[in-house]
């Protein structure tokens, strides 16, 4: 199975910003990262007005985009329990991948490295380090039995995670 690797934290904390600095630097180091965001919000990745929007508003169980850069398809899933993890990776076509990032799951049981910012509003008793606990990047000093890495130093988060991934192929 594909690496999972789960960047959590509370709202605010800056797990997209982390992830959109995160990417092109795995990818430097020749690595394929793949990405799964979990949101509570609803989402719409198609726009109103546009063929594919009225289509699948139309009643299609599915629709599937394509064009020559890039495909995607969309599944209405209004009657059915929230999706886990394991069945959303996959989804993805590992053979074009050396590991899925995944923003947010946080009860998920995959590796974990959870961000804590002091600014954020939420106390260090506060987090959920557990057993697939692999790091915490925070920005003050941290004692939590897990290994502790700067969060706005992006090249040891890196190299934490390339060292992470050649153990877990």
Request: hydrophobic fraction near 45%.
């Amino acid at each position: 199975m594909i690496p999972l690797l789960a960047i959590a934290a509370w709202s605010g904390t800056g797990k997209t910003t982390l992830l959109k600095k995160l990417i092109p630097e795995l990818r430097a180091r020749g690595i394929r990262p793949g990405l799964i965001k979990h949101t509570h919000h609803k989402m719409d990745v198609d726009k109103p007005g546009k063929d594919s929007y009225e289509l699948r508003k139309a009643g299609a169980a599915q629709t599937l985009v394509a064009s020559k850069q890039r495909w995607a398809l969309m599944v209405e899933t209004p009657e059915e329990p929230e999706l886990d993890l394991a069945y959303l990776v996959s989804r993805m076509d590992a053979s074009t991948l050396d590991m899925v990032l995944v923003e947010g799951f946080k009860h998920e049981p995959v590796a974990k490295i959870l961000l804590f910012r002091e600014a954020a509003g939420h106390s260090i008793a506060e987090l959920s380090i557990d057993e697939h606990t692999i790091a915490v990047a925070s920005d003050v000093a941290l004692d939590v039995g897990v290994p502790v890495l700067d969060l706005n130093d992006l090249n040891s988060i890196v190299e934490f995670i390339v060292s992470w991934l050649r153990t877990h192929p």
